[in-house]
């Protein structure tokens, strides 16, 4: 009989949890409603889960952040299963905004498609199409990039997560900013299509309106802009300076420095500063701060890429406020598009240094 006891505790206590997570669910999404039309979400039960995970067994996990994610199987299908990783953390409740924006986004291709989810666990957890990561510790911190991708797999990923970023800031009737464009975010398919993942710092700009205030600024280091950083307030420009970041990881493969930390006189300069980078160019040095991986590729049109790159740093400067007034992310998408496309960048893509 204990076992029977022990059956029956379990099977009320999933039927509690499902009711919990569909009400604050639902609330979310009633939220965003009005923004957008979230895609039926399909239901998955506790146990099709753990089978799918052999229990969330470690030998699955793939990856840590604000998630653990595991690779599992799932009707057949490898998939990426998202288990929130702080328990009752006072943030839990982002899980729902992830969940609910996710569903939103679904239907276009570079974002991490979201397959269905479980209601039965303490918190909703997310069945993902399976996709990896393009950092390379299970944690993404020591290593911020895959140092096997090449430099046209760099530059076609910029080019698709721009893309995505453009359609949160211009699809929707206000405009919702990721809050959180890095590394750890962004995931390839076997086909090498980015997407972008993690949507648990989004927030919409009330319609009409250029900003919202945060009570707590949120988001990695090295990738917040300053203005944010200080006022606390969400712009577009939030999305665009970390993604300026992202790409100086993209060429150098280091972790960028975080502005506020360098030396006022710039007396000293490293690869992680952007305005170190561009002194490093204007020297002559470019070649020195590159990621070296990305460029042992046989049969490389060296010249051509050179001037891509060039280009490419021009833009990320804009990105970060560092040349010129900052673009709008439809601008940069555009501009990226371009880039990668272009047969000669040599007229009217020479880079301006500060």
């Given at each position: 009989?204990?076992?029977?006891?022990?059956?029956?505790?379990?099977?009320?206590?999933?039927?509690?949890?499902?009711?919990?997570?569909?009400s604050?669910?639902?609330?979310?999404?009633?939220?965003?409603?009005?923004?957008?039309?979230?895609?039926p979400?399909?239901?998955?039960?506790?146990?099709?889960?753990?089978?799918?995970?052999?229990?969330?067994?470690?030998?699955?996990?793939?990856?840590?952040?604000?998630?653990?994610?595991y690779?599992?199987?799932?009707?057949?299908?490898?998939?990426?299963?998202k288990?929130?990783?702080?328990?009752?953390?006072?943030?839990?409740?982002?899980?729902?905004?992830?969940l609910?924006?996710?569903?939103?986004?679904?239907?276009?291709?570079?974002?991490?498609?979201?397959?269905?989810?479980?209601?039965e666990?303490?918190?909703?957890?997310?069945?993902?199409e399976?996709?990896?990561v393009?950092?390379?510790?299970l944690?993404?911190?020591?290593?911020?990039?895959?140092?096997?991708?090449t430099?046209?797999?760099?530059?076609?990923?910029?080019?698709?997560?721009?893309?995505?970023?453009?359609?949160?800031?211009?699809?929707?009737?206000?405009?919702?900013?990721?809050?959180?464009?890095?590394?750890?975010?962004?995931?390839?398919?076997?086909?090498?299509?980015?997407?972008?993942?993690?949507?648990?710092?989004?927030?919409?700009?009330?319609?009409?309106?250029?900003?919202?205030?945060?009570?707590?600024?949120e988001?990695?280091?090295?990738?917040?802009?300053?203005?944010?950083?200080?006022?606390?307030l969400?712009?577009?420009?939030?999305?665009?300076?970390?993604?300026?970041?992202?790409?100086?990881?993209?060429?150098?493969?280091?972790?960028?420095?975080?502005?506020?930390?360098t030396n006022?006189?710039?007396?000293s300069?490293?690869?992680?500063?952007?305005?170190?980078?561009?002194?490093?160019?204007?020297?002559?040095?470019?070649?020195?701060?590159?990621?070296?991986?990305?460029?042992?590729?046989?049969?490389?049109?060296?010249?051509?890429?050179?001037?891509?790159?060039?280009?490419?740093?021009?833009?990320s400067?804009?990105?970060?406020?560092?040349?010129?007034?900052?673009?709008?992310?439809?601008?940069?998408?555009?501009?990226?598009?371009?880039?990668?496309?272009?047969?000669?960048?040599?007229?009217?893509?020479s880079?301006?240094?500060?």
């Amino acid at each position: 009989m204990v076992w029977w006891r022990r059956k029956k505790h379990q099977v009320n206590e999933r039927q509690r949890m499902f009711m919990k997570n569909g009400s604050l669910l639902l609330e979310e999404v009633i939220a965003i409603s009005d923004d957008a039309k979230s895609n039926p979400i399909k239901n998955f039960s506790a146990d099709q889960i753990i089978q799918a995970t052999n229990n969330f067994s470690r030998s699955n996990l793939v990856r840590i952040d604000r998630f653990r994610h595991y690779r599992g199987v799932l009707d057949g299908r490898v998939v990426l299963i998202k288990k929130w990783a702080y328990g009752g953390s006072i943030y839990s409740e982002k899980i729902y905004r992830d969940l609910a924006v996710s569903s939103m986004v679904s239907g276009h291709k570079n974002f991490l498609k979201l397959l269905g989810c479980c209601l039965e666990f303490a918190y909703p957890v997310l069945v993902c199409e399976y996709a990896e990561v393009i950092t390379r510790s299970l944690r993404g911190t020591r290593c911020p990039i895959d140092p096997t991708l090449t430099w046209s797999m760099r530059i076609v990923t910029a080019k698709e997560i721009a893309n995505a970023i453009t359609y949160l800031h211009t699809a929707f009737s206000r405009t919702l900013i990721h809050k959180d464009i890095q590394p750890c975010q962004i995931f390839l398919n076997e086909n090498g299509t980015a997407k972008l993942g993690e949507f648990c710092n989004c927030v919409f700009i009330p319609e009409g309106e250029t900003f919202v205030k945060d009570d707590v600024v949120e988001g990695t280091y090295g990738y917040l802009d300053p203005s944010y950083m200080s006022k606390g307030l969400v712009t577009e420009k939030t999305d665009v300076y970390s993604f300026g970041a992202f790409m100086f990881v993209l060429l150098t493969g280091r972790i960028p420095r975080p502005l506020f930390w360098t030396n006022p006189d710039h007396s000293s300069f490293s690869a992680e500063d952007p305005k170190s980078l561009s002194k490093l160019v204007k020297d002559g040095r470019f070649d020195k701060v590159l990621d070296k991986e990305m460029l042992v590729v046989e049969g490389r049109d060296v010249e051509q890429e050179r001037l891509q790159m060039e280009a490419f740093l021009q833009l990320s400067l804009r990105c970060i406020g560092h040349q010129g007034e900052v673009p709008k992310m439809i601008e940069v998408a555009k501009e990226l598009k371009r880039i990668e496309r272009s047969k000669d960048l040599s007229c009217g893509s020479s880079v301006s240094y500060v």
